[in-house]
T-cell receptor, first 116, second 113 residues
Framework: AQKITQTQPGMFVQEKEAVTLDCTYDTSDQSYGLFWYKQPSSGEMIFLIYQGSYDEQNATEGRYSLNFQKARKSANLVISASQLGDSAMYFCAMREGRDTGNQFYFGTGTSLTVIP | DVKVTQSSRYLVKRTGEKVFLECVQDMDHENMFWYRQDPGLGLRLIYFSYDVKMKEKGDIPEGYSVSREKKERFSLILESASTNQTSMYLC????????????FGPGTRLTVT
């Protein structure tokens, strides 16, 4: 089974609108972390936001928020007031910390295009 | 300004060659990572190092080894390159305990012919 699933290969959003990028995860660990990265066309990965499995409040970083629904095993990224510079590939990822060591899993990504 | 640099942006090697990919970070980070990125597969972790000479296998370590002799440098080694190792290789680093906030290098696109 996939550890991280991003079902939207591509998304379009009008400038200044909000957009939600979906992410579901699969783990049996009690302690894990979920995070999102942005990869613009230049190629360099940029960390956006992190949510720990024990955090009760949804994480927010500026225009980014992570909608964490533990029971549904989802960690959707919400971008408010989209800007043209938000056009990029977005990756959801998870860290599991196990006795055998850490593991990191990334999804296949969602390509976001912001339309002027 | 934080910096992770990789020795080459593009590399072409022949099947069977030994290949070294070098990564250097100037942030005094404890953790360093090697990933490969393939279309439709996202990023997959190859190896992770949390200290000098310490390493952990990632999701796909087969066919690869790593070396970390100094804190700032993490090398990925393809002992005998094969065509299925043609990929984009990304190096990253992070502070100890801050696994999620990784700083990535620009990547090395490796082609094995």
């Amino acid at each position: 089974a996939q550890k991280i699933t991003q079902t939207q290969p591509g998304m379009f959003v009008q400038e200044k609108e909000a957009v939600t990028l979906d992410c579901t995860y699969d783990t049996s660990d009690q302690s894990y972390g979920l995070f999102w990265y942005k990869q613009p066309s230049s190629g360099e990965m940029i960390f956006l936001i992190y949510q720990g499995s024990y955090d009760e409040q949804n994480a927010t970083e500026g225009r980014y928020s992570l909608n964490f629904q533990k029971a549904r095993k989802s960690a959707n990224l919400v971008i408010s007031a989209s800007q043209l510079g938000d056009s990029a590939m977005y990756f959801c990822a998870m860290r599991e910390g196990r006795d055998t060591g850490n593991q990191f899993y990334f999804g296949t990504g969602t390509s976001l295009t912001v339309i002027p | 300004d934080v910096k992770v640099t990789q020795s080459s942006r593009y590399l072409v090697k022949r099947t069977g060659e030994k290949v070294f990919l070098e990564c250097v970070q100037d942030m005094d980070h404890e953790n360093m990572f090697w990933y490969r990125q393939d279309p439709g597969l996202g990023l997959r972790l190859i190896y992770f190092s949390y200290d000098v000479k310490m390493k952990e296998k990632g999701d796909i370590p087969e066919g690869y080894s790593v070396s970390r002799e100094k804190k700032e440098r993490f090398s990925l080694i393809l002992e005998s390159a094969s065509t299925n190792q043609t990929s984009m290789y990304l190096c990253a680093s992070s502070l100890s305990g801050h696994f999620y906030e990784q700083y990535f290098g620009p990547g090395t696109r490796l082609t094995v012919t």
